[in-house]
């Protein structure tokens, strides 16, 4: 009875590499942008708090 | 009565870090990229919303994975399944890397993988792929860490069957009855 998956087996590999494919692109644009969106609302909302 | 952070960035910060692999994730749950993304946005637009619910220094990757399964699995409750014609998606983002060598068994692989129960891929993926130990699988699923093993093994052997059988069919003498077992397996 193995603990967990060997990860050298081909099946890990394979779901790796099917993994990594979609990891490995860049981050798209609309996801930074709509983080500084939030992070911006966030920071004025604060400051309006705090007045 | 907004709970005030001793270090604002660091929650945006990790976030961004895990957006990698959450994209990856939701693929893996979706199999149709735009609807991974709009996933993935929903994801962070909730996670953002929830923030102060989440204790730093736990894992935030984990926090987000479950976050988006939820949301994924909600949605498909309400839309119903969507994601049937996978075939030609995977079809069409192969052909934009076709001098990419061995593109072909990982589109073998995808097929297999695309043809376990949604239970069975997730949980292959969470511990095969993202890194995560079976329990913190067993977390992100809301189940037990016996029921995460079982489904993983049985994700993997389902993936060794579909796979030999598919190089299998390449040659030899049974190669008609053997691909035909294959294609049907395979659908």
């Not at chain 2, 619910?53 to 976050?67: D, H, P």
Request: aromatic share 6%; with cysteine.
């Amino acid at each position: 009875m193995n603990s967990g998956m060997d990860p050298h087996s081909e099946i890990s590999r394979n779901l790796r590499a099917v993994y990594q494919e979609v990891e490995s692109e860049e981050i798209p644009a609309h996801f930074l942008d709509l983080l500084e969106q939030l992070d911006a609302a966030e920071r004025s909302q604060s400051k309006k708090d705090t007045e | 009565m907004t709970q005030v952070n001793e270090r604002p960035d660091s929650f945006k910060r990790e976030l961004l870090q895990a957006l990698p692999s959450l994209r990856a994730f939701a693929m893996s749950l979706i199999g149709n990229p735009h609807n991974a993304d709009d996933l993935v946005q929903d994801t962070i637009m909730k996670a953002w919303a929830k923030q102060s619910s989440f204790e730093m220094g736990t894992n935030m990757k984990a926090w987000l994975f479950t976050i988006l399964r939820n949301n994924f699995y909600s949605k498909m409750r309400t839309r119903g399944r969507e994601i049937q014609d996978t075939d030609g998606l995977f079809t069409e983002r192969l052909s934009v890397h076709p001098e990419q060598h061995g593109a072909l068994d990982l589109k073998d692989f995808r097929k297999a993988l695309d043809t376990l129960p949604d239970d069975q891929r997730e949980a292959i993926v969470l511990v095969g792929a993202s890194g995560f130990s079976y329990e913190e699988a067993a977390d992100i699923c809301e189940c037990a860490v016996g029921t995460i093993k079982s489904r993983v093994s049985r994700a993997r052997n389902s993936l060794q069957v579909l796979l030999k059988i598919e190089s299998e069919s390449d040659y030899g003498p049974d190669a008609v009855s053997i691909s035909q077992i294959s294609s049907s397996a395979v659908k």
